[in-house]
Structures are given as structure tokens and as C-alpha cells.
């Protein structure tokens, strides 16, 4: 599986932003599928996380944040609201071979390269 993310910029706090990742293969619906990020000098953070049946999100993020995906298309995406400035990250998607949404970056075998995603105050 190869993923492909793409969607971040420069927002300033309070915006929006949309992240997607589109994945190759053909069992894309069966995998569970999460968003993490990673701040200079931090580790990598879950942010949410979807399977077929569950949707899971930090708890820094709910509310505010949406995951969804369109197994036609092969792609999740990570609908970004009323944006922080300490959000401000490379955001990473990732692909685990699991039917459960997990928070911890080791249970997802593949990555996307990152999108950065900057939010000015």
C-alpha cells in the first residue's frame, strides 16, 4: 500500500484546512486507516482514526476535528477546524492492516510522507 497525502498549508488560527491521502491497492476498505502528527522535537501524536465500522479521535481534537474516507476513491481525509496554533505539524496518514482503530504508530505498517500544515496566530 503506498499512501499519498497532500492538503496542508498555511492557515491562520480559528481556519479550516482539509488533508487527504490517497492510497493504492485494492483492499483499501479493509484497512484501518489513521491521521498522526508530529511538531518539531515532539513524537508523532495520534489524531484520529477510522475502520469500517469505528471512528476514534484524540481528545484534543474532537469536536472540532472529522475523519472520513470513500473507499471508491481510495481515500480518507481529515477535515481541520477552528485550527490551533500549537496544531501546527507535519501530518502524517497511515494504513494498518487491523480491523481496530489504534492510537500507537508502531500497529500502522504504512505511511504516507506528510503534509506540513502551519497555523499562524
Known amino acids: 500500500v503506498q499512501l499519498q497525502a497532500s492538503g496542508g498549508g498555511l492557515v491562520q488560527a480559528g481556519g479550516s484546512l482539509r488533508l487527504s491521502c490517497a492510497a493504492s491497492?485494492?483492499?483499501?476498505?479493509?484497512?484501518?486507516m489513521g491521521w498522526f502528527r508530529q511538531a518539531p522535537g515532539q513524537e508523532r501524536e495520534f489524531v484520529a482514526g477510522?475502520?469500517?465500522?469505528?471512528?476514534y479521535y484524540a481528545d484534543s481534537v474532537r469536536g472540532r476535528f472529522t475523519i472520513f474516507r470513500d473507499n471508491a476513491k481510495n481515500t480518507v481525509y481529515l477535515e481541520m477546524n477552528n485550527l490551533k496554533p500549537d496544531e501546527s505539524a507535519v501530518y502524517y496518514c497511515?494504513?494498518?492492516?487491523?480491523?481496530?482503530?489504534?492510537?500507537?504508530?508502531?500497529?500502522?505498517?504504512?505511511w504516507g510522507q506528510g503534509t506540513l500544515v502551519t497555523v499562524s496566530s
Open positions: 497511515a494504513a494498518g492492516s487491523t480491523s481496530r482503530v489504534y492510537s500507537t504508530p508502531a500497529r500502522y505498517d504504512y
Open positions: 477510522i475502520t469500517r465500522s469505528s471512528i
Open positions: 491497492g485494492r483492499t483499501f476498505s479493509s484497512y484501518s
